[in-house]
């Protein structure tokens, strides 16, 4: 099957959607080591968000800002995301965003495709998302 036909052979349709977690969820009793990958998470964002501010002096006070974010001394996470807010602004966090997303969209599409071109089976999920992000880059 050709990725043309893969795309055109039926009806666009949304993926489906995921409820968010709020950050300030317990979630030490279902999963002990949700806190810390919510924790290496937050501090990602801090760092990457603060390397794509464009105007250089701003850029510098974020950066000296997410280094010294100690993740020891850290007790609600909602405080480090507004930190982002105030240091990065919205300009850092939206191009956070669009850099997360494509690496996302490119990592689907790529073990999609890698499934199809081997012959395995991709489950309806994988190739409505699939069609999805391989349509939207055509665009």
């Given at each position: 099957m050709?990725?043309?036909?893969?795309v055109n052979d039926e009806p666009m349709q949304e993926p489906a959607q995921i409820e968010p977690v709020p950050i300030e969820q317990e979630l030490d009793e279902t999963c002990p080591?949700?806190?810390?990958?919510n924790m290496m998470a937050v501090l990602g964002m801090a760092r990457t968000s603060c390397q794509l501010v464009d105007d250089p002096d701003k850029k510098e006070a974020c950066i000296a800002w997410s280094e010294a974010l100690d993740p020891e001394r850290i007790?609600?996470?909602s405080n480090v995301a507004e930190g982002i807010i105030e240091h990065a602004g919205v300009q850092g966090i939206s191009e956070y965003s669009k850099v997360l997303n494509d690496t996302m969209h490119t990592a689907v599409i790529g073990y999609v495709q890698r499934k199809l071109d081997a012959g395995q089976s991709v489950n309806d999920d994988e190739l409505k998302?699939?069609?999805h992000l391989v349509l939207r880059r055509s665009v």
């Open positions: 050709t990725e043309d036909e893969i080591q949700c806190q810390v990958v007790d609600d996470l998302l699939y069609k």
